[in-house]
């Protein structure tokens, strides 16, 4: 196994859907065939658009466990745990933001865009200090590998940025994160809309069943300037045909001219990633359904996880204090001192 480490997570917003797993999700499961990964359930950033919903976080932190359990993701390869429960995460984050710049993160074009998408009149500390707390995660673990979509590349810039400057400050004991960009692009929602969000309702849940699944692609936008099924149609504009380069890529060069001919469908090329998509969503049904009659084990994997992230992270923080003179009493004990 190649000893570079991944780290990859998510905000604890809600159940995943087929936007996740075709951005991030699959990689993550092939990766962590190769790599050391970790994943982490970020309840804390989440905080930042839901601090008054706390308890929707603490719902979802199992709901978002069972669908990486359910896409693949194997506790015996990957470590899953939870993103509060690691505290040196946060102190490392504070320490970080005593030299990263106001304007940095004001500039940042992932924050900008988002606080435009939350409609957020103005910017809450912990919503403009989200890339800061980003950079902590990924080095609290000496993560080297980032596997992140193309909207997310300024966020790992700046964490680059972050650990090369503390490094020149103090010493060099934080390894710089590389990205690593996913093939597939951003998957469009099944009104059209360039991106599935469940705020815009254009999403195929994961856990969604046979019957759910099959209502959302029929009630699907299509191409709308096909309006007679042999009128010739323009599939790079068919949220459909998007669902076959994404899940079904072998068979998109006869869709794709079916559809530009006239010979086939919407029904029919509907019809056929509804199949294609059964197939991939079934088997993750099983999945999830058997863990979710076991609570108890997914507990003890986010419980193990955790406790596993925890002491690589108290290792680093070890390190860092050190770099930065802040182990007070080592020197006088020979070793760090808990006060806690």
Do not use: W
């Amino acid at each position: 196994m190649n000893q570079e480490r991944v780290l990859t997570g998510d905000r604890v917003t809600g159940k995943l859907h087929l936007g996740h797993y075709a951005g991030s999700l699959q990689s993550r499961v092939a990766l962590q065939e190769q790599y050391e990964s970790f994943v982490f359930l970020a309840d804390v950033q989440a905080l930042t658009t839901h601090f008054e919903r706390p308890e929707l976080i603490r719902s979802h932190i199992r709901e978002i466990a069972l669908d990486y359990l359910a896409a693949g993701i194997d506790p015996e390869k990957s470590t899953i745990y939870i993103q509060s429960l690691i505290p040196e995460i946060a102190e490392l984050t504070v320490f970080f933001s005593m030299f990263v710049t106001v304007n940095a993160l004001r500039h940042n074009p992932t924050v900008k865009a988002e606080s435009k998408n939350q409609g957020l009149d103005e910017l809450y500390y912990g919503f403009l200090g989200y890339p800061v707390s980003q950079a902590a995660d990924i080095a609290i673990l000496k993560a080297t590998l980032i596997p992140v979509g193309e909207d997310q590349i300024p966020h790992l810039e700046l964490a680059r940025k972050t650990v090369r400057r503390f490094n020149e400050l103090y010493r060099p004991v934080l390894p710089e994160p590389r990205e690593l960009i996913s093939d597939t692009p951003r998957l469009v929602g099944t009104d059209g809309n360039a991106k599935m969000s469940k705020s815009l309702g254009n999403v195929i849940m994961l856990d969604s069943t046979a019957e759910e699944l099959r209502h959302k692609i029929k009630r699907a936008a299509t191409d709308p300037a096909r309006i007679h099924k042999n009128d010739p149609g323009h599939p790079e504009v068919c949220p459909i045909y998007a669902y076959h380069q994404a899940f079904l890529p072998s068979g998109t060069p006869e869709i794709r001219e079916a559809c530009e001919r006239g010979t086939m469908g919407c029904t029919a090329c509907k019809e056929r990633i509804t199949a294609g998509l059964e197939t991939l969503l079934g088997p993750m049904r099983e999945r999830r359904a058997y863990y979710a009659a076991r609570p108890q084990l997914v507990g003890d994997i986010l419980q193990s996880g955790t406790r596993r992230a925890r002491s690589i992270a108290r290792e680093t923080m070890r390190e860092v204090r050190e770099a930065m003179e802040m182990d007070y009493f080592r020197k006088e004990t020979g070793s760090h001192v808990n006060l806690a």
